[in-house]
């Protein structure tokens, strides 16, 4: 069971500013929040289910891996504090190549602690190896530069594992007055951060066009192929990350005279999904393909209602 510690009326709460170095929203999304359920289940501070059993913190996710190591990946001290413990010597590999087993008591991978006033502290996971660029008992100023994201410990993907406790149990800094959860009460962001920290309960991570089938490893490398003229195959693809269980996801090319020139539409989600590839395309007609410009519409329905719309556009000459 995972306790939240609420706080007390009249204290004075701990005021975070951005763990990481991106625009929320556009360059970095909320993969996961704090589970707020107190049993078996999985819910997050707005009644969502955008979390998983147990989960004690915030995840940050950027769109590729060639983001997580430039820099948009920096990871900030979220305040002002001391440094009380680090680990910089976890390899980055996923935990999809390794298992669970070798990463065993290393679930965080490289980062640091760092404790703040009124028995606060802020805990940062995943970090590359060798980044962590504090050492314990040093003092740290809010915004200050303390590492960058990587592939280290318990994740399949680069991102940036954020927990805030207090007096050891675990604060969720979306609503942390709120500790029975399913509420929007309070918060421990910065009132500029928390504005831009919008709760979304899907999201697309990158989109595009391509002259041939993508891979989940090509989009996260950012190596997916570009599309041009003499392409063989013209192909849309998109990458949505925080699906539910029954969301059902369709993606329609229409050429440039407005008729449907391809399409694909899978079936509901068995399962909830941490990030979805989705494609279609039609290969290179004997004529070629005419000029102009094709537009892909990316649609996401659950329970038959409309919650994730997304288009982009290429153009032949």
Not at 2 to 30: D, H, S
Request: net charge negative.
């Amino acid at each position: 069971m995972l306790a939240l510690w609420p706080i007390r009326a009249g204290a004075e709460p701990l005021r975070l500013q951005l763990p990481i170095a991106c625009e929320p929203g556009r360059t970095c999304f909320v993969q996961y929040y704090v589970d707020r359920d107190p049993g078996s289940g999985a819910r997050d501070f707005a009644g969502g289910r955008q979390t998983y059993d147990k989960h004690d913190g915030t995840d940050f996710r950027l769109p590729t891996s060639v983001d997580a190591a430039g820099p948009l990946g920096l990871v900030r001290a979220a305040a002002a504090g001391t440094v009380l413990r680090i680990r910089n010597d976890a390899p980055d590999v996923s935990v999809h190549e390794t298992g669970m087993t070798k990463v065993a008591g290393v679930e965080c991978g490289n980062g640091l602690v760092i404790g703040h006033m009124d028995f606060y502290e802020t805990q940062y996971c995943h970090l590359a190896e060798g980044t962590v660029a504090v050492r314990p008992g040093e003092r740290v100023a809010a915004g200050q530069a303390i590492g960058h994201t990587g592939l280290s410990g318990a994740t399949e993907f680069p991102h940036l594992h954020f927990t805030v406790r207090r007096a050891g149990l675990t604060v969720d800094p979306f609503a942390p007055d709120d500790s029975a959860g399913g509420g929007r009460h309070g918060s421990l962001w910065d009132d500029a951060v928390g504005a831009s920290l919008g709760y979304r309960s899907a999201t697309i991570l990158n989109a595009g066009f391509s002259d041939s089938p993508v891979t989940m490893a090509a989009v996260e490398a950012a190596a997916a192929r570009p599309l041009d003229a003499r392409a063989e195959t013209l192909v849309a693809w998109i990458r949505a990350i925080s699906l539910e269980a029954g969301d059902v996801q369709r993606l329609v090319i229409r050429a440039p005279d407005g008729q449907i020139f391809a399409e694909t539409q899978l079936p509901p989600l068995v399962n909830p999904r941490a990030q979805s590839l989705v494609f279609t395309g039609r290969r290179r007609p004997a004529k070629g393909f005419p000029a102009g410009t094709y537009e892909a519409t990316f649609e996401v329905l659950r329970e038959n209602t409309l919650v994730v719309a997304h288009r982009f556009v290429a153009t032949l000459p």
